[in-house]
């Protein structure tokens, strides 16, 4: 059974910082893309930020120079730390693997995100 599980939401100020974590079982991360994405109230779902392999990364306009998407194979895990949070961040984050030659897509339960200004 493939399972991703995310973890570090809570409740922040405006400026601080959290540190997401993305945990597979079942699969193997490092042979995915695994992406951020995060729900606004109100909103649809958005890719927050991706990473290919252990450096090729992307970010969405509204987070580059604050958050910072990274792997550790040895964990099987994906880390989101976001810096310079912003009421507007507030969201529930979702982790997503994607293999990179079968495209099976897997989707984790998500993590709420508070940034009170």
């Known amino acids: 059974q493939v399972l991703l599980v995310e973890s570090g939401g809570g409740l922040v100020q405006a400026g601080g910082s959290l540190r997401l974590s993305c945990a597979a079982s079942g699969l193997i991360l490092g042979i995915h893309i695994v992406s951020w994405h995060r729900q606004r109230p109100g909103k649809q779902r958005e890719l927050v930020a991706s990473?290919?392999?252990?450096?090729?990364?992307s970010y969405a306009d509204s987070v580059k120079g604050r958050f910072a998407i990274s792997r550790d194979n040895t964990k099987n895990s994906v880390y989101l730390q976001m810096n310079s949070l912003k009421p507007e961040d507030t969201a529930d984050y979702y982790c997503r693997a994607e293999h990179i030659i079968i495209r099976s897509q897997y989707w984790g339960q998500g993590t709420q995100v508070t940034v009170s200004s």
């Open positions: 990473i290919v392999g252990s450096d090729v990364t």
